[in-house]
């Protein structure tokens, strides 16, 4: 699906994963498990965060690294 695009992988914090992944979280219980977020930019290369930005609507759920 993003053959040659460039992505980036962000943690999803804790506390975002009950309300994104209610599922997986309920399967888990009340052990602590990671997920990622796949973030993208817009056809310009800006990232979501970045000024101007044309990306479709993403939220980007942690903190994303240098």
């Known amino acids: ?13 804790e506390e975002a994963k009950l309300d994104l992944l209610a599922l997986t979280a309920g399967y888990y219980a009340d052990e602590p498990f ?7 930019p817009d056809r310009a290369g800006r990232w979501p965060w970045e000024p101007g930005s044309a990306a479709l609507p993403q939220r980007v759920y942690g903190e994303v690294g240098p």
């Open 1 to 13: 699906v993003l053959d040659g695009s460039p992505v980036r992988f962000v943690a999803i914090p």
């Open 34 to 40: 990671a997920a990622l977020q796949v973030v993208f």
